[in-house]
């Protein structure tokens, strides 16, 4: 199985501010990888697919980047909304495989 | 526009087998896959199994033992059945639209597994 190690687990950042979500696979998923958004009471949220391509109604102040096994996810310009939790999937092979998360809070 | 709700039983006793429902709208099951992701709590999410779109299953190759999907297109269903349910398959059980990754996700069903 291709393993996600994300990091951080724990992310502290101030409204307005710029932070980066790693994601490393194990072996090479081409650019295989999605990131999705995770909010109580809320459905997951498909926010990156193609490890660049934004979804549709995906803020702008969203990116992604990265091929093979190192991947990243840029939020520029931090919204109130944006503080919660974060993962990451390989949709490459059978099994697919998500990262462990990512919680951003606000400093 | 595009909805997927799970639904079953949220207690199931240890040794018993785990129903679940999928009830899709806003797509076609004969154009989209569907997938069943589990995730225990605080803990990242499990992908468990998919149904093709042209009815073909997979399953995670570590459930696969325990694990069945069908599907019934005329009611827009999906269903997950899994036996041998112990402690540690407590979680939040979800269903997802395949395009090919969730590009839609259900809200979830809570799984308690207790005596």
């Known amino acids: 199985d291709v393993q996600m190690t994300q990091s951080p687990s724990y992310l502290a950042a101030s409204p307005g501010e710029s932070v980066s979500i790693s994601c490393k696979a194990s072996?090479?998923?081409?650019?295989?990888l999605a990131w999705y958004q995770e909010k109580p009471g809320k459905a997951n949220k498909l926010l990156i697919y193609?490890?660049?391509t934004l979804q549709s109604g995906t803020p702008s102040r969203f990116s992604g980047s990265g091929s093979g096994t190192d991947f990243t996810l840029t939020i520029r310009s931090l919204e109130p909304e944006d503080f919660t939790v974060y993962y990451c999937?390989?949709?490459?092979?059978?099994?697919?495989?998500f990262g462990s998360g990512t919680k951003l809070e606000i400093k | 526009q595009v909805q997927l709700k799970e639904s079953g039983p949220g207690l199931v006793q240890p040794s018993e087998t785990l129903s679940l429902t999928c009830t899709v709208s806003?797509?076609?099951?004969?154009?989209?896959?569907v997938s069943w992701v589990r995730q225990p709590s605080g803990k990242g999410p499990e992908w468990m199994g998919r149904?093709?779109?042209?009815?073909?299953?997979a399953y995670n190759s570590a459930l696969k033992s325990r694990l069945s999907i069908s599907r019934d297109t005329s009611k827009n269903q999906v269903f997950l059945k899994m036996n041998s349910l112990q402690t540690d398959d407590t979680g939040t059980y979800y269903c997802?639209?395949?395009?090919?990754?969730?590009?839609?996700w259900g809200q979830g069903v809570m799984v308690t597994v207790s005596s």
């Open positions: 997802t639209r395949d395009g090919p990754m969730g590009d839609y």
């Open positions: 806003g797509f076609s099951l004969t154009s989209y896959s």
């Open positions: 149904m093709w779109y042209d009815g073909d299953t």
């Open positions: 072996k090479s998923i081409s650019t295989y």
């Open positions: 193609s490890g660049s």
């Open positions: 999937q390989h949709y490459n092979e059978y099994p697919l495989t």
